[in-house]
Every structure is written in C-alpha cells, then in structure tokens.
C-alpha cells in the first residue's frame, strides 16, 4: 500500500525555470527524507527534515515540511540540467522501537538545456 | 564514512539459479535495510535488520528468498530459483540516529536481470 503520493510524476522543463515538487500523505511521519536518483544508482540523500514547519535550503534547493509532518515539498530555483533525476520522499515511522520508511512513488525531473 | 557498498553492481542470471547479493553498511550504523526497486517506481521494502536480528519481513519476500545479517555487520540477500519476475533493482540502505535524526543512507545497488 502506497501511503506517499508525489506530484507530478514527470516534469520536463527549459533550464532556468522553477519547479515544486509534492509528497503528501495522510499518515504523520517520525521525519521526512528527499533522496534524488541517476539511471543505475541507488537513492542519494538530499536532506532530512524532522520539525514541522521546517524549511531547509540546499543551495537552489529548498524543502518544506508540513506543520503537521504529513506532507513536504521541494522546491528548485533556476532548474539546471544537472538537476535531471528521480526525485524521491521517504516518509520514516516509528513502530515498536523499529523504524519504517514509506517511499513515495517518485518525480522524473528532466531540465532542458 | 566510506558509504554503504553492495556487490556485485550487476548480475545477470538464468531463471532457476541461485543468486546472493551482499551489502556493507555505514560501519557505525545498526540498522540495515534491504530494498527492491522496480522502473519507475520508488523502492519497495522488503526486510529490515537491527544489529543480526531480522526484525521484519514484507510479503514481498517469498519462501525463495532468503537474508541474513551475521555478528551485525555485512549482510546478504539471497535468492533461490529465480524467476524473470525477480529482475529489478535490489538496494541496501542502513541508518542510525545521530542528533535525534534517523536518516538511511543507500548503497548504489544490485541490478539483476534473470533471462
């Protein structure tokens, strides 16, 4: 059961246009992870959120986490084709003293040159 | 860290083989994860250890596979009698919690293609 809903799935965009990308869900998340991925590789970690209400910023990149930590975004400034990849939310539950990650089903950003 | 590594990065196997795949995880971190990934979708869980305890298993995994996390540190993840269906992307993360952040870090992956 897919609990994490990302939107769009795909985005193809002209270099130096901005883009939001959305994980939403109704389950509260422990944290919340964005991950981007190349063709033949594993996920690599963007940033970790963990308050609602945050906001972090990773250059052109910036992520929000909802108030109630149910849903995050990702917003990119300036899109560069370096930007193209698989972007993917983790959302991480804590049950029983383990730790579950829900991935959501993922965004194909390709950037333009 | 040297990051999370798993080998071999490519397998191609014909249905009915035996295939295991192995991962090193984040040397400090106790838990470890074992994914699959299939194109275009984002990675399905599948197993889950803390230190050598297996402490779940998604129905994803079927009596032919099988994964092991021996003295807590390497695993593997082993596949009996493959099928075609078995092809895709097999991803190992492992994570702990520093500053009250539980976060997984991803190994580059298993791409296993069974003709």
């Known amino acids: 059961t897919q609990l994490l809903e990302q939107s769009p799935q795909f985005l193809s965009i002209q270099e130096g246009e901005n883009l939001t990308v959305y994980c939403n869900s109704s389950s509260v998340f422990s944290s919340l992870q964005w991950y981007r991925q190349e063709p033949g590789e594993g996920p690599v970690l963007l940033v970790t959120v963990v308050t609602g209400g945050e906001v972090k910023k990773l250059k052109r990149l910036t992520f929000q986490f909802g108030d109630a930590r149910k849903d995050s975004s990702l917003h990119i400034t300036a899109a560069q084709p370096g930007d193209t990849g698989l972007y993917l939310c983790a959302g991480a539950k804590r049950a029983s003293g383990t730790y579950k990650y829900i991935f959501g089903t993922g965004t194909r950003l390709k950037v333009l040159a | 860290d040297t990051g999370v590594s798993q080998n071999p990065r490519h397998k191609i196997t014909k249905r009915g083989q035996n295939v295991t795949f192995r991962c090193d995880p984040i040397s400090e971190h106790n838990r470890l994860y074992w994914y699959r990934q299939t194109l275009g979708q984002g990675p399905e869980f599948l197993t889950y250890f803390q230190n050598e305890a297996q402490l779940e298993k998604s129905r994803l995994l079927s009596d032919r596979f099988s994964a092991e996390r021996p003295k807590g540190s390497f695993s593997t993840l082993e596949i009996q009698r493959t099928e075609q269906g078995d092809s895709a992307m097999y991803l190992c993360?492992?994570?702990?919690?520093?500053?009250?952040?539980?976060?997984?870090?991803f190994g580059p992956g298993t791409r296993l293609l069974v003709l």
């Open positions: 993360a492992s994570s702990s919690k520093r500053g009250g952040q539980e976060t997984q870090y």
